[in-house]
């Protein structure tokens, strides 16, 4: 009897390989996702440290220059973090549909393993059958020969 052989053994591979691809392109968007969150944090500390320090020169006497050049730099950090922000906003959304794309295609491998592991257990059922009806077979020709050997050498009845 011929080996056990998935029919989709080719596609069941090829799943994997996808799941993979798509599991390690997830894990790299998630690790520049955090990346990115840490340079927002970052903006923004130094903007929470830019803004107490011009609350601290605003309680004496201070030059307007200093002023202008501080909400000048407020507003830098202001657009900065905004774009960040979208930027943030953009690879979180990448990440989701990866992550929606990872989900689909394990679903669509697990179909193919609950189809292999179906096939392979019809196929070892069918084989134990067989086997079986053979066991059976030769168990009853050594019957048959057993009594006709038997009979040929017993002594004649009188």
Partial sequence: MKA?????????KSK???VDELASKTARAQ??????????DSLRKREASCMQELALKQVG??????????HRYLQQLGKAIGEQENL?????RRV?????MLVEAEKERKIFEKLDEKEREEFLRDFSKKERAFLDEVGTNRFVLRGAHERMHSPPAS
Avoid: G, N, P, T
Wanted: proline share 0%.
């Fill in 31 to 40: 690790r520049i996702l955090q990346l990115e969150q840490r340079k927002v």
């Fill in 4 to 12: 056990y052989r998935f029919r989709f053994e080719s596609v069941l």
């Fill in 61 to 70: 006497a201070v030059k307007s220059d200093e002023v202008h050049r501080c």
């Fill in 16 to 18: 994997k390989i996808i």
């Fill in 88 to 92: 943030i906003s953009e690879i979180a």
């Fill in 96 to 100: 989701d549909m990866l992550r929606e």
